[in-house]
């Protein structure tokens, strides 16, 4: 890569506290092909979790990730820019002054300003905190809401995390969740057991459901080499269609109802809700948490998760050193599919209690960028789904108070992970590649204000 | 730059991230000739009990001629059970000759597999029709219903050969499609002219494309992830202006007037080839001459020499002169532009107006053709052609009531897709590079 | 600035032998960061000369001639084409200026056919863009005609022998009308006869006008075929020497010091014989037989190594062993237990220490840190593991000890291991390898691509493993290094083995051996009067041959770029 530099900027070092471009590309691709697996290339789970990163190379490492944790929140802030870009576009006064806004570009402007912010506000209100409520507990709601929405994206986007970091792209975690919500459904509603027991099986149906549908895909790669990705995307069809067909048998048609709509489960078979029946965030989010903490340990502190993680990096190394590769593939999908699962558990037994062709949302794709934006990290992972949550909470609110389309929430949380993948992009939008510092910084700040202008 | 060859590039270090690298892997190593024959036979079985064995007693009556044919053939018809029995006989005797074959050490010709496909086909639409509660269906229709459902899956499917051929895994084949439905719409209805929304289609498809081969060959992100989240990006900002744009004035925005189907007289009056070849849209004309284009360039040309290597080599391309990256670039862009006349059929041809999510997850359908099709153009204009017949005859058997619920038909090509990456269809090698960013020393 | 290409049709022999051209590189600098590779060369390739360029592996050689190619561009310095400045901007340019080269690793397509790679890049074509690859054919064949090359143009490359490959990249050098052929390290894949033919193909080469550059670090090769000789060393000329010049002149230039590296390793003791193998077969997926029917024994304290032309079955053999390999047929027993059909993790456990051939793909994890590559087959034992939970202290702890222990060159074990340079990635894995009791020690190339100071050190731990009591296996393509350390040698070709000699063996006869003829027809073929005309052993004393071998194989195991402790 190196080699592409001009001569005279391969002599002249870049100031000491930046890291060089070849160092920060580099870490840039290691984060990108291991779908951000682990920043700091030693992974010894002691130095790389406790935050410290004491002095000699590390140093280096930290200079890493405290530039890939600035990218990730530039490349977030570009993306609401871009965002709020498109929602300016399609207003109807932005639509109105531009007719005049060589007379009046204030105007214009102003409404740009506002179409964007307008629309953020009711974002943030509807995801965070809303001063407007009429009590406390009414202005809190949101963010309730938001972890709702985020549970079963935090679980879920963990299984497509955990299978990144063991070299495997889960595409498949759409159909984990339906053959999840499947089995729990049909444990919740079919079955009737008392209390606590009831809702052990179901959640342990879904986990089942799970991992036996990642599982298999597991078996697939693992016994013929059928690349994951065709094989998680088509199964998670697959999976739709037999959820679709049972859902107009007899077996899980609710009875009398010619839609298909299974019947509610068991009172017995629901999460309860945490903090009572204002708010419909449920025990799926500690659960959420609790997984969040076992595949933290998993990954770092466990054979299982060592076999992994070198499975993952060097799939031949790990076999010449006794590693069972096979045996590791079908186990990381399974147990991605089982967190999955606890997806679709915390959808059929947490938030809808009944179970529809809708069970999965479109929770599973979203996951994956989930995890991409936690960087494989469980504990990215889990922020990342909290700020996703907090987008799809937030954007009903907006929908109805702005009328601005949920679907706003599609093209920002895409185009973050976008950017985040490629954070030479980020740095040159924000004129902070270092290689040709000024004459980007310029460039770019003026490209900018023109595009501001005419847009 | 040497310093790194030895030691593992970081970037590029990490093999099982990368599909094609892990496919490298040994797997469990058993050999894979065994596993055609195997299937073959099981298949034959299944088809002996179940279409034969377990078949209807009535007879099936296809209809082959339609009113507007030059000529009329009479309806075919079959009585299901001994059809089923005759057919699936014909199927374990390929069977056995493939596993005589083995024994022979010698691989299943791609011929047998054909034949065995087309036998298996139609004993499952007599025993699908024989079991009707009317068992008659319109032959024709069937198959030129199937040749218009398969025109999206090709021209995605197309897509997919020439960026995978050339290196460059395509995912968002889905938002190609989407992307060139969306602009087909807006722009044909701004325009009041079709043609100048199919270009606009071609437009967008080849944008979306750029934007996957701008990310994947400049950036080296990697392509399944610029794909999937492409993918997500297209469906948001085609919901998005959907939302707002179009339906706020309808008929301003989305009221494409659509292509005409164009018939080519006396030979359209052929029966049931009349319809598929003489009977089309001009999208649907399009998709003949894209795949023979596609086909001759990729392999008769110096053009296609060239992107072959590239898929297949690259450094060995780049030191023969040719420029790797623009190579990618282009082709992947070329690819995209394909997609999206395809998206183009869903506003312009199928429907009269923009929905959201219109290509319905078509996209990767394609993505399932291309594989099936094993990264050839004519290979994946026949998978896609068998896939749009199962997406034709979901829709009939659930007119003419079936014993098969309508959604093990839709399962039907993602189940045949896994079958074929499982390496159960006969072996499937994708080009080498294909997923690899190139980067130079 | 640069010629346009030059239709390969207008490629006639009276052409060829009217446009020899003159090349000279002048003051050619190249830097990858910091790294300086090459540093103010200066090279004259006159017309119609072979001209070698002798140095390690790391030296700079393979460098410059990527600049030359236009696959690099140099940070400073100019290249002259008949005292006329050019520039390459890619392999293109330097293509149509009549620079060829064939690269170490082949640049063939493998599902194409011979006449498909040739064309590649230097279409002829129809109308309309279509190939035409009858052109080619024809070319392929008047070529292939001329220099007695027997290919045939519609064979797909995956299929032919490595040989052939070779001959297939220099004719798409021809046909694209080089006057100047790179050759790089063109002999590291072949037999020694292979590469006498080869030679003869140089000479041909050059009596019919083209210039060639050749690339080496092997003496006797360069001696037979040079007319002049560059030596460079550390990305600089050291100096120019004459294929007159004695062998040890050679070497101690191509090395920097005077070589006198003979291992210091005492006689072998043998012990009981406790790992024995018994008509081992490997059966490949597309049933060819890798390893077929091979039988030998190893006793403690001693050292068997295994000698052959790359792919006649090494990699095969110690995959079995391992447990790699999926269809084996025979025997493995180690202290009397069957290890055919067991997992790799009961083969180590058993006691068999195994250092891969391939380092950075088999035997590390280039993005873990130094620290879990030092446990990378023992993380689920004590003291590292608890049931499935870990101890990071106690891996590191362990790191620590093993990294002073055998000098691995790093400020800390958390580094990852891929950071390292060759030597010391080779010491990590021999450093894990060697940490815990053994029964038996197999190491595929020990010391490719390890610098000079790394071997002695590798080989001196080899030898001592072995004065412990166990028994060792070596697996190595370079003879040099067989000779080195062998208490017995096991020659294998085609997967068969050819015989087991003693380690005096002569190189003639080893050479003979590793083509296939046995050790009895070789030995006979050796005495019967020499074999080669160009072997140098006749003109230097034995003693001076031995040191500049070893010289010579430890130049060659340095690895590309630098690699320096």
Sequence with gaps: MSEKHPPKHADQHPKPHQPTPAADETAAGVAVDTAGGTISPSALPASAQSGKLPGGPDTLLRKIFTGSGMVSVLAVLLALVIGGL????????????????????????????DAATRSYVALFQGSVFNPRGSSLAARFAPMMETLTIATPLITAGLGVALAFRAGLFNIGAQGQIIMAGILAAWVGFALHLPLGLHLLLVLVAGIMGGALWGGLVGLLKARTGAHEVIVTIMFNYIALYFLRYLLNTPAFQRPGESNPISPILDPTAIYPQIFGSQYRLHLGFVLAIAATVLVWWLLNRSTVGFEFRAVGANPKASLTAGINVSRSTILVMAIAGALAGMSGVAQVAGTEKVLTDGVAATYGFDAITVALLGRSTPWGTFAAGLLFGAFRAGAVQMQIQTGTPIDIVLVVQSLIVLFIAAPPLVRAVFGLNPRRKKPAKAGKSQQAATTGGAA | MSATATSPLPGRGTPGTSPQADEAQPTSGKPGLWKTPVLLSALGLVAFVFFGLMGSAQTARFGISTGGDFFQLPTLEVPAMPGGIVLSVLMLGLAAYAVYLKTKARPTPAWLTVTFTVLFVAAFLIWVVGGARTPSISLAGLIAGSVTLAVPLVFGSLSGVLCERVGVVNIAIEGQLLGGAFTAAIVASITQNPFVGLLAAAVAGAAVSMVLAVFSIKYLVNQIIVGVVLNVLISGVTGFLFSTVMQADKAKFNSPPGLDIVQIPI????????????????????????????????????????????????????????????????NVTLGGAIAGIGGSFFTLVAIDSFTKEISGGRGFIALAALIFGRWNPIGAFFAALLFGFADNLQSIVTIIGTPVPSQFMAMLPYLVTVLAVAGLVGRSRPPAASGIPYVKG | MLQPPIPSGSCTDASRLVRVLKLELRGITKRFGSLLANDHIDVVVEPGQIHCLLGENGAGKSTLMNVLYGLYEPSEGEILIDDKPVSFRGPGDAMAAGIGMVHQHFMLVPVFTVAENVALGAETTKAGGFLNLEDTRRKIKQISDRYGFDVDPDALVEDLPVGVQQRVEIIKALVRDARVLILDEPTAVLTPQETDELLDIMRQLKSSGTSIVFISHKLREVKAVSDTITVIRRGKVVGSASPGDSTAELASMMVGR???????????????????????????????????????????????????VQGNGQTELTEAILGLQDRVQGSILLDNVELVGRSVKDVLNAGVGFVPEDRSVDGLIGTFSIAENLILDRYDQPPFAKGISMSPAKVLENAKSRIDEFDVRTPSGLLAAGTLSGGNQQKVVMARELSRPLRLFIASQPTRGVDVGSIEFLHKRIVSERDQGTPVMIISTELDEVMELADRIAVLYKGKLVGIVPAGTGRDVLGLMM???????????????????????????????KDAATAERRAASSPEGGDHV
């Design chain 1, 86 to 113: 498109l929602i300016a576009a399609t207003d109807e006064r932005v639509g109105a002054t531009s007719s005049y806004i060589f007379a009046r570009p204030t105007d214009f402007l102003s409404a740009v300003w």
């Design chain 2, 267 to 330: 030979l359209s009056g052929i029966p049931i080839l009349g319809p598929i070849l003489f009977k089309q849209s001009l999208v649907g004309y399009l998709m003949y001459v894209a795949v023979i284009v596609v086909w001759v360039g990729l392999f008769k040309t110096k053009w296609g020499l060239r992107v072959r290597a590239v898929g297949e080599h690259p450094q060995a391309a780049d030191t023969m002169g040719i420029k790797v990256n623009a190579t990618r670039f282009w």
């Design chain 3, 515 to 545: 083509a296939g003829i046995s050790a009895e027809d070789a030995a006979s073929a050796d005495h019967a009067g020499p074999v080669k005309a160009d072997t140098p052993a006749t003109e230097t004393p034995p003693a001076d041959t």
């Design chain 3, 258 to 308: 005077a070589v006198s590296l003979t291992l210091d390793k005492a006689p072998a003791s043998p012990k009981e014989k406790t790992f024995q193998v018994k008509d081992l077969t490997v059966i490949a997926p597309n049933g060819q037989h890798t390893v077929d029917g091979i039988s030998f024994d190893i006793a403690r304290g001693e050292i068997l190594a295994v000698a052959g």
